[in-house]
């Protein structure tokens, strides 16, 4: 039997663009509907007879699929969501992609597609990063990020319903619009009755393509009646599971008058583990501890409303890349309003703003910690 070839990063290829294209200023980016991504993108390919090929860095660009291409068809996708972050120190930083490259690797599973090294991956992004970040994201755009996007794709000729022979690995890495500030806080409202987004044994704590398209419907809906999301029920009682595709998080104070940071669990699979999430329930945990129970359970919108009535709401938010640490000030529920304290203008009330603090200084600096990783930059990169 053929030994099959692992991802190895240290095999990687470069192959230069001949055509650098410009770096658009900020009215080009808020003004188109396209992502623009950077000059290159990394990409490796995978056969079931014999592994991973070498990954290559190359100029960005189309990929060559048949018509026939299996993820076309059956969903075969998965993906990730990850930013690079400008620091005001200058520096490029990274964080925690460790849980992302880890994620993503879960989430091939659960659709039949090949197994990788987490570790290879997470140096490969590194690469690119280092290689198109210090044009793309320069050191006067301190507080910025580019997002990136880790993506694995079945790629064979097969209309036959069974696993991938063949896969594409790719990494691209363009802008993404800062949306974690929404003038008057996020208003979200909660999803349609008779449509749900996950269920247990299901694959909403997997991070696939097939997770998010069929909830744009609704989405769009919310969006016309004036919502920026929509907070996901399931369950006849109503469970919260995720608002859009970010984690949602409650803190109240509970009947006995202790105050609780409550959000999903992940036991049933109904929600994706974020690495926002996780990294707000570790941070409450060691700094909060004396002030906040922190519990993962299952919590309703009628726990929520009754919270409301009871004054006993103190704030929420959601969490996610995209979205970042996001105040959320209503929650719309069958017609009925509930109205969450937040800071002046939408803005993040006191436990939210301690979250969203903490984790801009470790992305963006002068806090130096375990989950972030600083880039070695590539200047001379062409």
């Not at 030994?3 to 290829?13: E, G, I, M, N, R």
């Not at 930013?83 to 490259?101: I, P």
């Not at 301190?142 to 990136?148: M, N, P, Q, R, S």
């Not at 694995?152 to 036959?160: E, F, V």
Request: charged share 25%; with cysteine.
């Amino acid at each position: 039997m053929a030994t099959l070839q692992p991802l190895d990063a240290s095999k990687l290829s470069y192959t230069y663009t001949s055509a650098p294209r410009p770096v658009p200023d900020e009215e080009t980016r808020r003004r188109t509907n396209d992502t623009i991504c950077t000059d290159h993108m990394i990409l490796a390919s995978w056969k079931a007879e014999t592994g991973w090929s070498a990954p290559e860095l190359k100029p960005y660009g189309p990929l060559s699929l048949l018509p026939s291409a299996s993820c076309l068809h059956y969903a075969y996708e998965c993906f990730e969501g990850i930013k690079a972050y400008r620091g005001y120190d200058g520096k490029l930083r990274l964080f925690r992609t460790d849980r992302n490259t880890r994620r993503l690797q879960m989430s091939a599973d659960r659709i039949a597609l090949p197994k990788f090294d987490p570790d290879a991956l997470e140096s490969l992004i590194q690469t690119l990063v280092a290689t198109d970040g210090p044009k793309w994201l320069p050191k006067d755009r301190a507080g910025e990020f580019l997002y990136i996007r880790p993506t694995m794709i079945g790629s064979d000729s097969q209309l036959g319903l069974t696993a991938p022979k063949e896969a594409l690995l790719y990494v691209i890495l363009g802008y993404m619009a800062r949306v974690d500030a929404p003038t008057g806080g996020k208003r979200i409202i909660t999803s349609p009755e008779g449509m749900i987004r996950a269920w247990p044994g299901g694959f909403g704590n997997a991070k696939l393509g097939a997770n998010y398209g069929p909830s744009v419907l609704a989405t769009r809906e919310a969006t016309k009646q004036g919502f920026h999301q929509v907070l996901w029920l399931y369950g006849p009682d109503g469970e919260c599971t995720e608002a859009g595709g970010s984690n949602f998080f409650v803190i109240w104070k509970r009947k006995d008058g202790k105050k609780e940071l409550i959000t999903a669990p992940l036991d049933d699979h109904l929600i994706l583990e974020g690495v926002t999430r996780r990294s707000c329930l570790e941070l409450a945990k060691e700094r909060l501890g004396d002030e906040l129970v922190v519990t993962e359970r299952k919590f309703t919108i009628g726990e929520v409303m009754e919270a409301s009535a009871e004054g006993r709401i103190i704030e929420s938010f959601s969490a996610g890349t995209a979205w970042f640490i996001t105040a959320i000030s209503m929650i719309q529920h069958r017609g009925r309003d509930i109205v969450i304290p937040t800071g002046p203008d939408g803005a993040p009330a006191h436990y939210t703003s301690k979250f969203k603090q903490w984790l801009s200084e470790m992305m963006y600096g002068p806090v130096e910690h375990e989950w972030v990783k600083v880039v070695s930059e590539n200047e001379n990169a062409r």
